[in-house]
């Protein structure tokens, strides 16, 4: 089966721009999470979606934002692009299981490398 | 933060010899999981362990498990050039949430 299908894998944008990045997930997973990952801060999470309702947020600013679509696929928004959202933005589908003892094992992306000029 | 570390930051061996690495984490957890990535792209999940669990093995990982001391390691014996990585531990959060926290990973490199 297909695998999690981000769009695009690269894009320059100057400061000040905003950005909207696209993420398929696997079919039949109703969650998607999004993470940042950086080499200072290393891997951040930034929100999850379930039912097209965030259901879990990070600690980013409202600068950040995201959304789910019925047919599960999500897109990630930032506006006011300043350089330290340089990054590789990368998202992850999994079967849901809601909290307890179960595992949220995830299944990523091959990411979009953001650079802000 | 939740947030775990990964020590070493990174590892240079000779293929064929073994790997190891370890995480530390802060709260309590439900499961901790081990994922690979390699350089600049996604992450691939590896192997998962349950908090009731104290070792658990998938082909060449051995992962361990002490929530005692809010630690794990990752083992891979007989270590090829593409085991070349970065390897990081990810906890969950016994909130409920859905997120998982990544650590700071681990850069293994296996000469050839």
């Known amino acids: 089966k297909a695998g999690v299908t981000q769009t695009p894998r690269y894009l320059i944008k100057t400061r000040g721009q905003q950005v909207t990045l696209s993420c398929s997930p696997i079919?039949?997973?109703?969650?998607v999470s999004w993470y940042q990952q950086t080499p200072g801060q290393g891997l951040q999470f930034l929100f999850e979606?379930?039912?097209?309702?965030?259901?879990n947020k990070g600690n980013f600013p409202g600068r950040f934002s995201g959304r789910q679509f019925s047919n599960s696929r999500s897109e990630m928004n930032v506006s006011t692009l300043e350089l330290g959202d340089s990054a590789l933005y990368l998202c992850a589908s999994s079967l849901d299981v809601t909290g307890g003892s179960g595992a949220n094992v995830l299944t990523f992306g091959a990411g979009s490398r953001l650079t802000v000029l | 933060s939740q947030q775990g570390e990964e020590d070493p930051q990174a590892l240079s061996i000779q293929e064929g010899e073994n790997a190891t690495m370890n995480c530390s984490y802060k709260?309590?957890?439900?499961?901790l999981q081990w994922y690979r990535q390699n350089s600049g792209r996604g992450l691939v999940h590896l192997i998962l362990i349950r908090s009731n669990e104290r070792e658990k093995h998938s082909g060449r990982l051995r992962v361990t498990l002490d929530t005692s001391k809010k630690s794990s390691s990752l083992l891979i014996t007989a270590s090829r050039a593409a085991d070349t990585a970065s390897y990081f531990c990810a906890t969950d959060a016994q909130t409920g949430a859905n997120n998982l926290f990544f650590g700071t990973g681990t850069r293994l490199t296996v000469i050839p």
């Open positions: 079919s039949g997973h109703r969650s």
């Open positions: 709260t309590s957890i439900n499961n």
């Open positions: 979606y379930f039912s097209e309702t965030q259901r």
